[in-house]
C-alpha cells in the first residue's frame, strides 16, 4: 500500500513520497503457478446498457462506473489491488498488488497473501482472483509462501517498501509490461532502483526486465541498485506501439521504441535484456512530476498529469510537442500544495469514447504549510473533464471519499470484453465507518488460491 503521510517540512520531503502506493533466478520462467490458459475462463456479469466503463482503484479494491446510468459498484473487494488497471482482450485484466497489511483496517486484511509477496495479478472478467500472478522469481517470500521474488523486503520485514508495480500497459502482441517503483517511496530526488518488466502472452508465465537497474542491489538484477527508473508513473501505448512512461527522475515522459523491445523471454539473458538493445528518448521533456499519459482519441495527441504543478494536465502532440491551440488544466504550484480544500492533484487518467477525460485525484493535504502532506485519508476523488473544440471544462468531481486511488481506466463494451461482476453490485467501499474489519491479518498462512479469498 502507498505511504500516506510526508512528515518532513522540506519541499523535499513534500514531493517524495505521493506516488509510494501500491525473484533471484536465472531462469526466464517463472516458478511454476496456475495460468490463465490452462484453466476455463471464469466470465463476469453484463454491464446492461452501458456505453461504457470507468474503473479505478482504492482501499485495496477495483471499483467501477457504469456510463451514462452514473452507477457505482466493487469490481474487486478488498484484497490488494493496487495500481493501473490493464484489460486484456478476452476480459481478463492485469493490476498490481501486495500485501494488505492489519492496520489498513479493511476487509483485505483478513484474507491470504497472494504471492509472491508483491507482483501482478491476473483477474478474471468477474473480478475474481484466476490463482495466477506475473513476478519476477527470486527467493524471498513471506512464511508459508512457495514462491518468491527477487527483492528483498526492508529491515522490517515490509516487502512494498523496495518493490511496487504501479504502471501497465498492453503492447500490440498483448504482452503486459509493469513498472516497479524500486525503493521510489521516500526520497528524492527518486531513487534510480525502478524498472520495466515484461510478460509475454499468452500464458504471461515468463518475463523479462526490460529497463532496470545496472548495478549494486542484490543478486543478478541489481534488484533495488541503481541506473533504472526514476519514479514511474501510469503508462500508455502510442500509436506506432511505443512504450510512454512518465518518470519523474528525469521531468519526462521516456518513450519506449517498440521495435526495440523483446519478442519473448530467450532474448534475456539471465532475465534482463540488453540496454543496448533498448531505444529510449524523451517523448516529453521539463515536465515536472509526470504521473500519468493517455492517448486522446480524438487527435494524435496525448494528455499527461502531473500531480504538482501548473497546469495540472496538458496536450502534446505526436512528436512530444505541446498542441497548438489546445487549453489545458489548471493544476497547484508547490507553494500552494495542500492550502485548497478544493485543490486536486492529478495521477491516472483515461478516456472516454464520448472525448470526456476521467482523471484520479490523490487531494493532498498537509498538517501545516508544506509540513505533513500527503493523500488525504478517504479524500481521493474521480474527476471528468469535458472538452470542447479542444478547450477542458473546469474538473468535476464524479465520486470521493475514496482511500488513496492513484489511477483509472475505461473499457468499451461495444468494442471489447470488459471487466464487469455478476449479482448484484456492491457500492465502494471508502471511509472509516464502513471499513470495520479488525486488525488482524491473515487467519492461516496458507496462500491465496483463485476465486474472491
Excluded at 90 to 109: A, E, I, K
Amino acid at each position: 500500500m502507498p505511504s500516506r503521510r510526508l512528515v518532513s517540512a522540506s519541499v523535499a520531503a513534500v514531493l517524495a513520497g505521493l506516488l509510494a502506493a501500491g525473484c533471484s533466478s536465472r531462469s526466464t520462467s517463472s516458478t511454476a503457478a496456475p495460468t490463465g490458459s490452462s484453466v476455463p475462463l471464469v466470465k463476469g456479469g453484463s454491464p446492461g446498457h452501458a456505453s461504457y466503463l470507468v474503473y479505478w482503484d482504492q482501499n485495496e479494491e477495483e471499483d467501477l462506473l457504469s456510463m451514462p446510468s452514473g452507477v457505482q459498484g466493487q469490481l474487486v473487494p478488498p484484497w490488494d489491488p493496487n495500481g493501473q488497471m490493464c484489460v486484456l482482450p478476452d476480459g481478463r485484466f492485469v493490476v498490481g498488488y501486495n500485501p494488505t497489511q492489519p492496520g489498513q483496517r479493511n476487509l483485505g486484511s483478513a484474507k491470504p497473501y497472494k504471492q509472491p509477496p508483491v507482483g501482478v495479478e491476473l483477474d478474471e472478467p468477474d473480478g475474481s482472483f484466476s490463482g495466477q500472478t506475473l513476478y519476477v522469481p527470486g527467493p524471498y517470500k513471506l512464511p508459508g509462501q512457495r514462491i518468491g521474488t527477487d527483492t528483498p523486503p526492508n529491515s522490517k520485514g515490509v516487502f512494498n517498501d523496495n518493490q511496487t508495480y504501479t504502471g501497465c500497459v498492453l503492447d500490440r502482441h498483448d504482452d503486459v509490461l509493469a513498472n516497479d517503483l524500486g525503493t521510489a517511496q521516500g526520497d528524492y530526488p527518486p531513487p534510480s532502483s525502478g524498472r520495466l518488466v515484461e510478460w509475454f502472452a499468452p500464458s504471461y508465465t515468463t518475463y523479462c526486465i526490460v529497463y532496470g537497474p545496472t548495478s549494486g542491489g542484490v543478486g543478478p538484477h541489481h534488484a533495488d541498485g541503481t541506473g533504472g527508473l526514476e519514479q514511474p508513473g501510469m503508462m500508455t501505448l502510442a500509436t506506432n506501439g511505443d512504450v510512454l512512461v512518465p518518470n519523474v527522475g528525469t521531468s519526462s515522459v521516456l518513450r519506449l521504441a517498440a521495435s526495440s523491445l523483446p519478442k519473448s523471454a530467450g532474448q534475456c539473458p539471465g532475465g534482463v535484456y540488453p540496454r543496448s538493445k533498448l531505444s529510449v528518448s524523451n517523448f516529453v521533456a521539463n515536465l515536472q512530476f509526470p504521473s500519468g499519459i493517455v492517448k486522446d482519441p480524438s487527435c494524435d495527441c496525448y494528455a499527461v498529469s502531473t500531480y504538482i504543478g501548473d497546469p495540472a494536465i496538458r496536450w502534446f502532440d505526436g512528436n512530444g510537442q505541446p498542441l497548438a491551440g489546445h487549453g489545458s488544466v489548471p493544476g497547484t504550484t508547490i507553494q500552494q500544495l495542500g492550502s485548497n480544500p478544493d485543490e486536486y492533484n492529478p495521477f491516472g487518467l483515461a478516456f472516454a469514447p464520448d472525448g470526456t477525460l476521467y482523471f484520479i485525484d490523490i487531494h493532498v493535504r498537509c498538517t501545516a504549510q508544506l509540513t505533513g502532506c500527503g493523500p488525504a485519508s478517504y479524500g481521493g476523488r474521480l474527476m471528468k473533464v469535458a472538452i470542447s473544440n479542444g478547450q477542458p471544462a473546469a474538473p468535476v468531481v464524479v465520486a470521493g471519499g475514496f482511500d488513496f486511488p492513484t489511477s483509472v481506466t475505461v473499457c468499451v463494451p461495444s468494442k471489447s470484453t470488459c471487466p464487469y461482476p455478476r449479482g448484484p453490485l456492491h457500492p465502494p467501499l471508502s471511509g472509516p465507518s464502513e471499513n470495520p474489519a479488525p486488525a488482524a491479518g491473515p487467519t492461516s498462512e496458507a496462500p491465496a488460491r483463485a476465486g474472491f479469498g
